[in-house]
Every structure is written in C-alpha cells, then in structure tokens.
C-alpha cells in the first residue's frame, strides 16, 4: 500500500532563516506531488505540484520554492522566512492529476518567529 | 473557473443526531467531487468522491454525499453523528485537465454530547 511522510512535523524558525520540508511517498512510481499551506479560516492554497522528477509548476508567486529531486521525493525551501510563511503545510499524492484524488501526508507545522 | 463554496463555517450538531455540510460548486462541465476529513492537527482523509455515475456515493465511517447537477451542490450527510466525527470538513472540485483540486474553506462540527 501507498504511504505519505512529511517532517518535520512540527518546526519554528526566526524571520530570515533557511527553509528546508521533505515528503516522500512510498509505494507508488511516478505520482503527482502536491504542496498545500493552510492558513486558519482560509482553507487550502495549492503552491507547487509536480508531474515528474525535476518538473515543478507554481501556482502562487511567493517567498518558496520546491524541488523534485527524485521521483518520489518533494522539498519544499525558502532561502528567508517571514513571518507570513508560518502555516501548516501539507504534501499530497495523486495518480492522475485533478480528475483524481489526491492523498495527503501528515502535515508540518511551520511557526515563523 | 472552478471554485466551492461551504456556506456554513461551524455547524454544532448533538450526538446520535443526523448531519448535513453543504457544498456547491462553479463549474462548467461534470466536476469531479470529493469530500475530506481533518482531524485537528493532522492531514486530509478522504471520505468519499464522485466522477460519474450513481448520484448518491457512499463514504467511510457512514457518510454519504448526493450529487445534484441542478443545484450545483454535492451536500455531505450522516443519519447519526458520533463524537468521533468532530472534525473539519472540506469539499473540493477537480476537472478533466489540470491538476489542482479547488478546496473550500472547510466546515467545522462540532458534536455535543
């Protein structure tokens, strides 16, 4: 069966320091990887999805930036918090993309001090 | 485009009473519907979905969800709530191309005993 891991899972960092979240997913080959931040009361915001190693779409333009170094690997970076990243941060995986469901790991809780 | 809207930001239902979470959606052909549960402080768990087909879609832990292509609406039920299902709610939209799932901002229920 398919896994999600995300770490940290929890993490609080100063303004202006380095960034660095991983998810991986296990039991799968070639999945679309998603990244989410959620903001009390706001729901859900799409960041970055990937459809391949090395292949990364943005949808939000903003402090962040993601990686796929493998196929089954998703980081997401910042080279500078500020205090608006603090959130929690959700990686997802789907087979087919939004005609699909997308599967979500535990989530990270990011606090920008 | 596509959006989702959850009218209801908190709804508080007894235990053992029936529960409905409303969800409408913005889209021009058949959407592809799903309905997630959140625990506090952990990820996404999805519930149910609807591509085609039968209307009325059976989920986990006894909900069920009704497309109605009329009302641009896929409401969430269960005939009897536990306190166990205390926990946000999120109703999202995908498509036949693109890959993000639009997301509304989520219900909270709250259950009393």
């Known amino acids: 069966s398919q896994t999600i891991h995300q770490w940290p899972a929890t993490l609080v960092q100063p303004v202006g320091s380095p960034l660095s979240l991983e998810c991986t997913v296990e039991g799968t080959s070639n999945p679309n990887l998603y990244w989410y931040r959620q903001a009390a009361g706001r729901g859900l915001q799409l960041l970055f999805y990937?459809?391949?190693?090395?292949?990364i779409s943005s949808e939000v333009p903003q402090n962040l930036s993601a990686s796929r170094p493998q196929d089954r690997q998703f980081i997401l970076s910042s080279k500078k918090l500020l205090l608006s990243d603090s959130g929690f941060y959700l990686c997802?995986?789907?087979?087919?993309?939004?005609?699909?469901?997308?599967?979500f790991g535990p989530g990270t809780r990011l606090t920008v001090l | 485009a596509q959006s989702v809207t959850q009218p209801d930001i908190h709804i508080t239902v007894s235990e053992g009473a029936s529960l409905e979470l409303r969800c409408n959606y913005s889209?021009?052909?058949?959407?592809?519907l799903f309905w997630y549960v959140q625990s506090p402080g952990q990820g996404l768990q999805l519930l149910l979905k609807?591509?085609?087909?039968?209307?009325l879609v059976q989920g986990i832990k006894g909900f069920e969800a009704e497309f109605k292509r009329s009302q641009s609406s896929f409401n969430l039920r269960k005939p009897s709530v536990h306190w166990s299902d205390a926990a946000e709610y999120f109703c999202?939209?995908?498509?036949?191309?693109?890959?993000?799932?639009?997301f509304g901002k989520g219900t909270s229920l709250l259950v009393t005993p």
């Open positions: 999202a939209v995908g498509s036949n191309s693109g890959y993000a799932l639009n």
């Open positions: 609807y591509f085609s087909g039968d209307t």
């Open positions: 990937s459809v391949g190693i090395g292949q």
């Open positions: 997802a995986w789907s087979v087919a993309g939004a005609r699909d469901e997308q599967f």
């Open positions: 889209y021009g052909a058949t959407p592809y």
